[in-house]
């Protein structure tokens, strides 16, 4: 299941769930763990002998309301969740409800199921089918024009979308999204820089040597995210918000820590948060039509702000299974859980690579194992192989520099690596991704059935 899972990678949550009744030969039938109480608490009136399981997400349309909305409109299309029986919409098809319209000139973003398209000013319809048409196998959904010249949309009804990372990678354990592997990377902190150590996150300490140890759960990745200045809420199990990312993949950090991506809910444009929860941010950073960026830190201006964002997430899920009903107490205020006991059962969930990680125990071990290989080669790696982007060094020290901010680690007090050492470019991320392939080539060493050969 381990190797499946790395092959095909579903999300869970949208389509509902279904009943799988229990016969009485189960051992779960009649459980104490499944009784119906009568108000008394004490007088057992019956039993729960089924088990709840999540449908597969099936493929929609699912226009983003972060999408730029005269773009959207000039589509014939609105900010929605299209439904097969709504008007205009088929079983496999949403067609337009008007001719496209000249306004598609002025381009914009055109956010179908969390992928962003960027229709560049000036396009036309056809290049605006060509563009998402060419997200086709990320969305599920390909374009066309009918006689009339309205946009018709064209989903694969009843499939589900195969959202794994195309490349041989481990992605069980780093994720198959950017914004994924990110918030798996393990943070730490020297002064005011921030550290990229090459680690999984990991639990808590439990051998003494400062470093975690097993699995990480919800709560850890919350604390890890916390050092780089990202909060995380309750909120985002379900969908992995976009994290703000530098040219080669890995997280873009100044001296503010990491930032999450939010589009205006009109334009479309990008502005920079820490806080998922977006009325909870005291600053942002808007990222300008020529690339440069602004800082907003004015009370006045973020209160008029906020109230304009969304944020963006991926489409990925840190948790697709989890116990059901834990997100019952969930408010729409905090973000947050406010059941105690709720509180306590999401922040003990394991977070992997794979939001199923908790769907069995079996499955659960085997992610653990991995883990476990994964982070201990990182000390001698760095004692072999000098990672670094731009490396200035003393007798007894080196700095290493990723856009103007100290990052990533130091030496050892007493000096540094050796003359001969192996120079490799991209720091303690480009250390993440040595561990996640030397892992990953160790797993096909031990696997001779040919499963899992393509995760």
């Given at each position: 299941?381990?190797?499946?899972?790395?092959?095909?990678?579903?999300?869970?949550?949208?389509?509902?769930?279904?009943?799988?009744?229990l016969l009485p030969s189960d051992a779960l039938y009649n459980h104490p763990d499944n009784a119906i109480y009568a108000p008394d608490g004490v007088t057992v009136v019956g039993y729960n002998n089924f088990i709840i399981a999540s449908r597969t997400d099936t493929v929609h349309v699912d226009i983003s309301k972060a999408s730029t909305d005269t773009l959207v409109s000039a589509l014939g299309l609105a900010e929605d969740r299209y439904t097969a029986g709504e008007p205009g919409v088929a079983n496999g098809t949403v067609t337009g409800n008007s001719a496209i319209g000249p306004d598609i000139a002025e381009g914009g973003v055109f956010i179908l199921n969390s992928t962003v398209i960027t229709?560049?000013?000036?396009?036309?319809?056809?290049?605006?089918?060509?563009?998402?048409?060419?997200?086709?196998?990320?969305?599920?959904?390909?374009?066309?024009?009918?006689?009339?010249?309205?946009?018709?949309?064209?989903?694969?009804?009843?499939?589900?979308?195969?959202?794994?990372?195309?490349?041989?990678?481990?992605?069980?354990?780093?994720?198959?999204?950017?914004?994924?592997?990110?918030?798996?990377?393990?943070?730490?902190?020297?002064?005011?820089?921030?550290?990229?150590?090459?680690?999984?996150?990991?639990?808590?300490?439990?051998?003494?040597?400062?470093?975690?140890?097993?699995?990480?759960?919800?709560?850890?990745?919350?604390?890890?995210?916390?050092?780089?200045?990202?909060?995380?809420?309750?909120?985002?199990?379900?969908?992995?918000?976009?994290?703000?990312?530098?040219?080669?993949?890995?997280?873009?950090?100044?001296?503010?820590?990491?930032?999450?991506?939010?589009?205006?809910?009109?334009?479309?444009?990008?502005?920079?948060?820490?806080?998922?929860?977006?009325?909870?941010?005291?600053?942002?950073?808007?990222?300008?039509?020529?690339?440069?960026?602004?800082?907003?830190?004015?009370?006045?201006?973020?209160?008029?702000?906020?109230?304009?964002?969304?944020?963006?997430?991926?489409?990925?899920?840190?948790?697709?299974?989890?116990?059901?009903?834990?997100?019952?107490?969930?408010?729409?205020?905090?973000?947050?859980?406010?059941?105690?006991?709720?509180?306590?059962?999401?922040?003990?969930?394991?977070?992997?690579?794979?939001?199923?990680?908790?769907?069995?125990?079996?499955?659960?071990?085997?992610?653990?194992?991995?883990?476990?290989?994964?982070?201990?080669?990182?000390?001698?790696?760095?004692?072999?192989?000098?990672?670094?982007?731009?490396?200035?060094?003393?007798?007894?020290?080196?700095?290493?520099?990723?856009?103007?901010?100290?990052?990533?680690?130091?030496?050892?007090?007493?000096?540094?690596?050796?003359?001969?050492?192996?120079?490799?470019?991209?720091?303690?991320?480009?250390?993440?991704?040595?561990?996640?392939?030397?892992?990953?080539?160790?797993?096909?060493?031990?696997?001779?059935?040919?499963?899992?050969?393509?995760?």
């Open positions: 299941q381990f190797f499946d899972h790395g092959l095909d990678f579903v999300h869970k949550g949208a389509d509902g769930a279904i009943l799988v009744p229709i560049a000013r000036g396009a036309t319809a056809a290049d605006v089918v060509a563009a998402i048409n060419a997200e086709a196998v990320t969305t599920g959904v390909s374009a066309a024009f009918n006689g009339s010249n309205h946009l018709v949309l064209t989903y694969a009804q009843g499939e589900s979308r195969n959202t794994v990372s195309p490349f041989i990678d481990l992605s069980q354990s780093y994720g198959s999204s950017a914004s994924h592997t990110a918030f798996v990377r393990d943070y730490d902190k020297a002064g005011s820089s921030f550290v990229i150590t090459g680690r999984l996150v990991s639990g808590i300490d439990t051998n003494g040597d400062g470093l975690g140890d097993g699995m990480a759960t919800w709560k850890d990745i919350k604390d890890n995210a916390a050092i780089v200045g990202v909060t995380l809420h309750d909120k985002d199990v379900t969908n992995i918000p976009q994290v703000r990312l530098a040219a080669d993949g890995s997280p873009f950090l100044d001296t503010s820590g990491m930032w999450l991506v939010a589009r205006h809910q009109v334009t479309g444009q990008v502005y920079y948060v820490q806080d998922s929860l977006i009325g909870a941010n005291t600053v942002a950073v808007r990222l300008n039509a020529d690339g440069t960026t602004t800082l907003i830190s004015d009370a006045a201006a973020i209160a008029a702000l906020t109230p304009t964002l969304l944020l963006q997430a991926v489409g990925h899920a840190f948790l697709d299974d989890m116990a059901h009903g834990v997100l019952g107490s969930l408010s729409p205020v905090t973000g947050d859980l406010t059941n105690p006991d709720a509180i306590a059962l999401l922040n003990a969930h394991y977070i992997a690579g794979d939001g199923r990680v908790n769907e069995n125990i079996g499955l659960t071990a085997i992610h653990d194992v991995f883990h476990a290989e994964g982070n201990p080669p990182t000390k001698q790696l760095r004692s072999e192989v000098e990672f670094s982007r731009n490396v200035t060094r003393g007798d007894s020290s080196e700095k290493i520099e990723v856009q103007g901010q100290p990052d990533h680690w130091l030496p050892q007090a007493g000096g540094g690596r050796g003359a001969g050492s192996v120079v490799v470019p991209g720091g303690g991320h480009q250390l993440g991704h040595v561990l996640q392939v030397a892992l990953q080539v160790r797993r096909h060493g031990r696997v001779h059935d040919g499963a899992g050969e393509g995760a």
